[in-house]
């Protein structure tokens, strides 16, 4: 019936007490926040608390839904403010786990049959700042990055510098491992 | 190798490393996110105040269902079913709220024309047209209000050629067919406005086109529509918005608290905030109402002093009966400055303080300040000099000091002023006092204004931590003034503390014409005091003045030991300015009194004193600006109530009108037609049409509290 209804109706509507919008919206929204959630945090386990931590915090954070945003825009900076969050809750806990940082240990202990690209993968990712990691996770989702800058709520410029960094980053990386 | 390829072997690798959800731990959390909503949504419900009782959801839901999957049919159809959708709900617009039909909310009234109307035969376009205005909107040039709103501009592109028409908007209000105010509730999901248009039945002003244009005003322009001083925009949620109020100043038995101290308060921004909340169709909330701000946003023709004074303000006290209460006067307190001659002033160094930060890229905010402090460098002397500080992510020099007279070079760094990054107010507030002393030489008045939407969000957000960095500052001799713009996210309590520990005022800047009154008329008031840290004492004499209170300035009261303190801080008077204060009292065996004397301390037989004839003693103290030792000066005020002069009578229908809207008790029976009918009876010269304009607030108040 509403598979026409854009996601912005949708989360107004909700917004406004309709239960089955809400529930529209999110069987739509979950996977693309599941796929940013891991982005985010590197580890399975990880992405589904945090994907789980969002979506039940999600009823009320619809007040502060606007009009003036994308459903998607406003998703991923709660996303992204959430995943802030667990990282500074688990910080206190212990220094190592630091999202990608601890990625290596795990896939370690469940012998993961890593492919030489997902070894790449984690060693990159955890190569860079959590601002870069996060920068990154979004930009990967195809957004652009005018709309990763109203995300992450600074401007476009800043964005642009950090994906060339990570670019430079990455680029380094792969050149040492090239030099070996 | 390239980076291009890292970046492209990084996407690949991530999206075989991403995992595809696991389906029961999906199902799972879908169905409790499911039950939290439900769980809210009752709280919320419950919060409305709804009219519309919860099960007649079903029948909302239904249109709303009804009218998102026709939308992809052809526009008549959905042309009509928007008009039948308006059957339903215009009855009650604020029904619209609780239902989930989100479709009706454009603010803007449109007209289509049948060419134009072929012109649009689909309406999907519209969304992704809307969805592209989305992007490019942020780096569009947004015209100040009251120019052609933002609004409009975006949504030519897409909604079908939705057009704001100045006489639709005037037709509407005096056929009045307001149909509804959408949103405005308590959790501040502000929506926006619906009209309909007059007469003709088949809706044509309603440019609605179904599900796309929903998004219309997701406009991140915020776009205000402007007409005739009605302020059409959707309202920003208030949730954000933070203010600095105290309870109202009870009622103090002249027996037991015979002295009241408090310092002056020369800011307006309270008035300008409840100007703009009122001519949204929103009651401003209670403790956004600060009464002395009101009463002093209006200039009055006190007595200015002369060369016998040795103050440079001439205080003047009436005293008359109260409008709301036959058995209380009130006493009047005015206190003019002087305005030295202009030519006479000394150089002043501005330094512009400016909040670029993301959020203050909208039309209310950005642009306007531009706008204002263009209107302001006309008023400045050659002699002047000003430079500019901007702060966002980091602090940084737009304008290195410049002489005022070089208007090419101001201009054209005011012009290239940009939004973008979030706001470390502190860095920027450092630099811009280290810019203002660099400038500063003898003799010269140095001042920064700092202008926000009153974000602090990086480094120091602590409003304490703020205010002692600025109160340090303060001693230098460059003081602070606060103009803050827009609605949503302003910090009101941040605001205040500012200007009052920087010895500056904090003015709120919604329109052009604030801007012109706030920099332009008041320019000198504004910038230049005449009089540092003014406090205010007045003893009652309990044989005539049994209980009195004073009226607002409750985030200005002081101890009655802080008033010969000179270390304790107080209000600036700049120059031309002038400071009302009003006490209501009740004198001796007066009705109206609401404590009863005491049985045993009330008569010690020592009556027919020499005072007999003396309501009270006022003392000022204040200092010259720069000076350290405060001068004192006092006179007793006599017990006969005089009629009262027009000024005096305006300001006790203001005051009025602020205890009204915060829901004073101590007004009875008056309300708005009786403030209203004073205020008219006394609009004196008004030659700035405030006066005029506070009327029609007042009555605007009255009809939305009806």
Same mark, same amino acid.
Request: proline share 6%.
């Given at each position: 019936m509403r598979m026409n209804v854009s996601d912005e109706d949708l989360a107004e509507a909700a917004a406004g007490g309709d239960g089955t919008a809400f529930g529209l919206l999110l069987e739509r929204c979950h996977d693309r926040l599941f796929a940013l959630c891991f982005r985010l945090t590197g580890s399975r386990a990880e992405a589904e608390d945090l994907t789980q931590d969002i979506c039940l915090a999600l009823p009320g954070k619809l007040a502060g839904y606007q009009q003036r945003a994308k459903v998607t825009t406003w998703l991923y900076r709660v996303a992204v403010n959430a995943a802030t969050d667990r990282r500074r809750r688990a910080a206190s806990y212990t220094r190592a786990t630091e999202g990608w940082g601890d990625w290596e240990v795990d896939r370690q202990a469940s012998a993961v049959e890593a492919s030489d690209s997902l070894d790449w993968l984690t060693r990159a990712m955890a190569g860079l700042t959590p601002t870069l990691r996060d920068t990154l996770a979004l930009v990967l989702d195809d957004l652009t990055h005018a709309e990763v800058a109203q995300i992450m709520d600074v401007s476009e410029g800043t964005i642009s510098w950090r994906v060339a960094e990570a670019k430079k980053k990455l680029r380094a990386m792969r050149e040492e491992e090239e030099g070996i | 190798m390239t980076s291009h390829d890292e970046f492209q072997d990084l996407k690949a690798a991530m999206d075989a490393a991403t995992p595809a959800p696991d389906a029961a731990r999906r199902a799972d959390v879908l169905a409790r996110a499911q039950a939290n909503f439900e769980a809210t949504q009752g709280s919320l419900a419950a919060a409305r105040q709804s009219s519309v009782p919860p099960e007649r959801r079903g029948f909302f839901r239904g249109a709303f269902d009804m009218l998102m999957t026709k939308t992809t049919g052809a526009l008549t159809a959905t042309t009509a079913l928007v008009a039948v959708g308006f059957l339903f709900l215009s009855p009650q617009g604020q029904e619209?709220?609780?239902? +989930?039909?989100?479709?009706?909310?454009? #603010?803007?009234?449109?007209?289509?024309?049948?060419?134009?109307?072929?012109?649009? #035969?689909?309406?999907? #376009?519209?969304?992704?047209?809307?969805?592209?205005?989305?992007?490019?909107?942020?780096?569009?040039?947004?015209?100040?209000?009251?120019? +052609? $709103?933002?609004?409009?501009?975006?949504?030519? +592109? $897409?909604?079908?050629?939705?057009?704001?028409?100045?006489?639709?908007?005037?037709?509407? $209000?005096?056929?009045?067919?307001?149909?509804?105010?959408?949103?405005?509730?308590?959790?501040?999901?502000?929506?926006?406005?619906?009209?309909?248009? #007059?007469?003709?039945?088949?809706?044509?002003?309603?440019?609605?086109?179904?599900?796309?244009? $929903?998004?219309?005003?997701?406009?991140?322009?915020?776009g205000r529509i402007r007409q005739g001083g009605f302020d059409i925009a959707p309202p920003p949620a208030p949730d954000t918005e933070e203010f600095a109020n105290a309870d109202d100043n009870p009622l103090r038995v002249v027996a037991d608290d015979p002295v009241s101290t408090f310092s002056i308060d020369v800011d307006t921004a309270s008035y300008a905030l409840l100007r703009s909340t009122l001519n949204r169709g929103q009651l401003p909330a209670p403790e956004a109402v600060r009464v002395e701000e009101m009463v002093n946003y209006f200039p009055y023709d006190y007595p200015a002093p002369d060369a016998d004074d040795v103050s440079p303000f001439r205080p003047t006290v009436e005293v008359f009966a109260t409008p709301w209460n036959p058995d209380t006067q009130l006493v009047h307190i005015g206190i003019q400055g002087e305005l030295p001659a202009i030519e006479d002033r000394p150089p002043l160094n501005l330094v512009f303080l400016v909040d670029t930060s993301g959020s203050m890229n909208e039309a209310a905010k950005l642009p306007l300040l531009i706008q204002s402090f263009r209107l302001m460098l006309d008023r400045l002397t050659p002699e002047d000099q000003v430079a500019i500080v901007t702060y966002a992510g980091s602090a940084g020099v737009a304008l290195e000091p410049t002489v005022a007279s070089d208007t090419a070079t101001i201009s054209a760094a005011l012009t290239a002023l940009q939004a973008g990054g979030s706001t470390n107010g502190v860095g920027g507030l450092q630099a811009a006092y280290d810019l203002a002393a660099e400038m500063t030489e003898d003799g010269e008045v140095s001042r920064v204004l700092l202008a926000t939407d009153g974000d602090f969000n990086v480094g120091i957000s602590d409003p304490t931590a703020l205010e002692d960095y600025i109160a340090e500052q303060r001693e230098t001799g460059i003081y602070l003034s606060v103009l803050g713009f827009g609605r949503g996210n302003l910090q009101d309590d941040t605001m205040q503390a500012l200007a009052q520990n920087g010895n500056g005022t904090a003015a709120f800047i919604d329109t052009l014409h604030e801007a012109q009154r706030v920099l332009v008329d008041q320019l000198a008031g504004a910038l230049f005091p005449i009089a540092d840290d003014l406090k205010v004492q007045v003893e009652f004499n309990p044989e005539v003045i049994a209980e009195y209170r004073l009226i607002g300035y409750e985030t200005r009261a002081l101890a009655r030991e802080d008033f010969a303190n000179d270390a304790v801080d107080a209000g600036e008077l700049g120059a031309g300015h002038s400071v009302t204060a009003i006490y209501e009292v009740t004198p001796v065996g007066s009705p109206a009194q609401l404590v009863a004397p005491l049985r045993y301390a009330a008569d010690d037989g020592a009556s027919e004193t020499e005072f007999g004839d003396e309501l009270g003693f006022i003392s000022l103290r204040w200092k010259e600006p720069g000076e350290d030792e405060s001068t004192l000066i006092d006179f007793p005020i006599s017990a006969t109530p005089s009629e009262p002069g027009t000024e005096a009578q305006f300001a006790a229908a203001i005051a009025g009108f602020g205890q009204l809207l915060r829901g004073n008790a101590f007004l009875g029976d008056w309300g708005y037609e009786e403030a209203i009918a004073l205020a008219n009876a006394s609009r004196g010269d008004d030659e700035f049409g405030y006066r005029t304009e506070a009327i029609q607030l007042m009555r605007l108040a009255q009809s939305l509290t009806q």
């Amino acid at each position: 019936m509403r598979m026409n209804v854009s996601d912005e109706d949708l989360a107004e509507a909700a917004a406004g007490g309709d239960g089955t919008a809400f529930g529209l919206l999110l069987e739509r929204c979950h996977d693309r926040l599941f796929a940013l959630c891991f982005r985010l945090t590197g580890s399975r386990a990880e992405a589904e608390d945090l994907t789980q931590d969002i979506c039940l915090a999600l009823p009320g954070k619809l007040a502060g839904y606007q009009q003036r945003a994308k459903v998607t825009t406003w998703l991923y900076r709660v996303a992204v403010n959430a995943a802030t969050d667990r990282r500074r809750r688990a910080a206190s806990y212990t220094r190592a786990t630091e999202g990608w940082g601890d990625w290596e240990v795990d896939r370690q202990a469940s012998a993961v049959e890593a492919s030489d690209s997902l070894d790449w993968l984690t060693r990159a990712m955890a190569g860079l700042t959590p601002t870069l990691r996060d920068t990154l996770a979004l930009v990967l989702d195809d957004l652009t990055h005018a709309e990763v800058a109203q995300i992450m709520d600074v401007s476009e410029g800043t964005i642009s510098w950090r994906v060339a960094e990570a670019k430079k980053k990455l680029r380094a990386m792969r050149e040492e491992e090239e030099g070996i | 190798m390239t980076s291009h390829d890292e970046f492209q072997d990084l996407k690949a690798a991530m999206d075989a490393a991403t995992p595809a959800p696991d389906a029961a731990r999906r199902a799972d959390v879908l169905a409790r996110a499911q039950a939290n909503f439900e769980a809210t949504q009752g709280s919320l419900a419950a919060a409305r105040q709804s009219s519309v009782p919860p099960e007649r959801r079903g029948f909302f839901r239904g249109a709303f269902d009804m009218l998102m999957t026709k939308t992809t049919g052809a526009l008549t159809a959905t042309t009509a079913l928007v008009a039948v959708g308006f059957l339903f709900l215009s009855p009650q617009g604020q029904e619209l709220l609780n239902g +989930p039909a989100p479709l009706v909310q454009e #603010p803007v009234t449109g007209t289509l024309t049948d060419d134009e109307i072929a012109a649009d #035969p689909e309406p999907l #376009p519209a969304l992704i047209a809307v969805e592209e205005a989305l992007e490019v909107a942020p780096e569009a040039d947004a015209p100040a209000p009251p120019a +052609p $709103s933002p609004l409009t501009r975006t949504t030519v +592109p $897409s909604a079908g050629e939705a057009r704001v028409q100045d006489g639709d908007f005037e037709a509407l $209000s005096e056929t009045g067919s307001f149909v509804g105010t959408l949103a405005l509730e308590q959790s501040g999901e502000a929506l926006g406005q619906v009209y309909s248009a #007059p007469g003709d039945g088949a809706a044509p002003g309603v440019t609605q086109l179904g599900a796309g244009n $929903s998004a219309i005003i997701a406009t991140p322009a915020d776009g205000r529509i402007r007409q005739g001083g009605f302020d059409i925009a959707p309202p920003p949620a208030p949730d954000t918005e933070e203010f600095a109020n105290a309870d109202d100043n009870p009622l103090r038995v002249v027996a037991d608290d015979p002295v009241s101290t408090f310092s002056i308060d020369v800011d307006t921004a309270s008035y300008a905030l409840l100007r703009s909340t009122l001519n949204r169709g929103q009651l401003p909330a209670p403790e956004a109402v600060r009464v002395e701000e009101m009463v002093n946003y209006f200039p009055y023709d006190y007595p200015a002093p002369d060369a016998d004074d040795v103050s440079p303000f001439r205080p003047t006290v009436e005293v008359f009966a109260t409008p709301w209460n036959p058995d209380t006067q009130l006493v009047h307190i005015g206190i003019q400055g002087e305005l030295p001659a202009i030519e006479d002033r000394p150089p002043l160094n501005l330094v512009f303080l400016v909040d670029t930060s993301g959020s203050m890229n909208e039309a209310a905010k950005l642009p306007l300040l531009i706008q204002s402090f263009r209107l302001m460098l006309d008023r400045l002397t050659p002699e002047d000099q000003v430079a500019i500080v901007t702060y966002a992510g980091s602090a940084g020099v737009a304008l290195e000091p410049t002489v005022a007279s070089d208007t090419a070079t101001i201009s054209a760094a005011l012009t290239a002023l940009q939004a973008g990054g979030s706001t470390n107010g502190v860095g920027g507030l450092q630099a811009a006092y280290d810019l203002a002393a660099e400038m500063t030489e003898d003799g010269e008045v140095s001042r920064v204004l700092l202008a926000t939407d009153g974000d602090f969000n990086v480094g120091i957000s602590d409003p304490t931590a703020l205010e002692d960095y600025i109160a340090e500052q303060r001693e230098t001799g460059i003081y602070l003034s606060v103009l803050g713009f827009g609605r949503g996210n302003l910090q009101d309590d941040t605001m205040q503390a500012l200007a009052q520990n920087g010895n500056g005022t904090a003015a709120f800047i919604d329109t052009l014409h604030e801007a012109q009154r706030v920099l332009v008329d008041q320019l000198a008031g504004a910038l230049f005091p005449i009089a540092d840290d003014l406090k205010v004492q007045v003893e009652f004499n309990p044989e005539v003045i049994a209980e009195y209170r004073l009226i607002g300035y409750e985030t200005r009261a002081l101890a009655r030991e802080d008033f010969a303190n000179d270390a304790v801080d107080a209000g600036e008077l700049g120059a031309g300015h002038s400071v009302t204060a009003i006490y209501e009292v009740t004198p001796v065996g007066s009705p109206a009194q609401l404590v009863a004397p005491l049985r045993y301390a009330a008569d010690d037989g020592a009556s027919e004193t020499e005072f007999g004839d003396e309501l009270g003693f006022i003392s000022l103290r204040w200092k010259e600006p720069g000076e350290d030792e405060s001068t004192l000066i006092d006179f007793p005020i006599s017990a006969t109530p005089s009629e009262p002069g027009t000024e005096a009578q305006f300001a006790a229908a203001i005051a009025g009108f602020g205890q009204l809207l915060r829901g004073n008790a101590f007004l009875g029976d008056w309300g708005y037609e009786e403030a209203i009918a004073l205020a008219n009876a006394s609009r004196g010269d008004d030659e700035f049409g405030y006066r005029t304009e506070a009327i029609q607030l007042m009555r605007l108040a009255q009809s939305l509290t009806q």
